[in-house]
């Protein structure tokens, strides 16, 4: 993203907001950038620095060690603000709130926001083989009963690599974010989807991912965490499913689901799933619950 045209970061105030080891403020002085400040409150600050000074751009860019809510910047306004602020399933243990907030205090009208739109999708999983080691696994451990543990790891999601060929069904939007509009609240979602087979197969769990779009520059591109995209550290959130679905192509799975922090703490995410099915072979109606921690 940050290897546009130079007239996109050229003579610009940049600001990278968790800047970890500084490898996106580094771009930005590259890029063109006239300024570029780095905030993060870990350690990896203290090394940051060191690598911005090994690299040769101690003037160009500037290191802050604290927190975006309690530091200020020596200047009023920027022109840019950037941030890998996404997390597991988009929103666990993501930024997003901490983006916000730098938007609102020094993003200038008009300023640009890297990404601005994120968008997260659900589909369906035929995954017998995996949901056999990781879930039906505790139905018999050596001859012991250990089906409690089964419940857990029931309502816990997973993340993980999804092969593409275990998508049964097309992928639809469950959550929409303009990163330049959007509040926190609007992170907590509630969302419908209809999914629809693309072959005869079963579901064992509903998978999502995201995109995130960057809209405001000359050239404007997109990255994905599908399945079907390049692999991220991302990788993809599974779902599993008490039973599984036998679904026939053409048969349509419709569900709601919904999304928000965990009241005792906000870093884990409480979730709920309905789905609501009606096949040739089977019928399904189930009320689901997750907490990914």
Known sequence: MLNQPTHVLDF?????????TGILCMFAAQAG????????????????KVIVQ???????????????????????????????WMG?????????????????????????????KVTMYICGLEDAAVRRDRIDFWDDVYGFDM????????????????????????????????ILTCTKE????????????HRNDFIHGLVTYFECGFTQVHKPIAFSTAPFARY?????????????????????????????????????????VTIQFKGSHCESFKEMSYRLR
């Open 88 to 116: 597991y399933f988009l929103l666990y243990e993501s930024m997003l709130d901490t983006v916000l907030f730098a938007r609102d205090k020094w993003l200038k009208t008009g300023g640009l926001l890297l990404p601005d």
């Open 186 to 197: 609007d992170a907590a979602f509630t969302a419908d989807f209809i999914i629809q087979a």
């Open 147 to 178: 089906t409690p543990l089964k419940d857990i790891a029931l309502h816990e999601p997973v993340v993980d690599v999804v092969a593409k060929e275990a998508i049964v069904t097309n992928a639809v939007p469950i959550l929409d974010l303009n």
């Open 12 to 20: 610009k105030i940049v600001l990278d907001v968790g800047c970890g």
């Open 33 to 48: 950038a006239k300024r570029v400040f780095g905030i993060d409150c870990s350690s990896i600050i203290d090394q940051a």
């Open 54 to 84: 090994k690299n040769g751009f101690a003037s160009q860019i500037e290191l802050i060690k604290g927190k975006v809510e309690e530091v200020e910047l020596p200047v009023q306004k920027v022109d840019i603000i950037c941030s890998e």
């Open 232 to 272: 991220t550290h991302w990788k993809q959130t599974i779902m599993y499913l008490e039973e599984p679905i036998t679904i026939c192509q053409g048969e349509k799975l419709s569900g709601t689901i919904s999304c928000k922090p965990n009241q005792k703490n906000q870093r884990d995410l409480d979730i709920s």
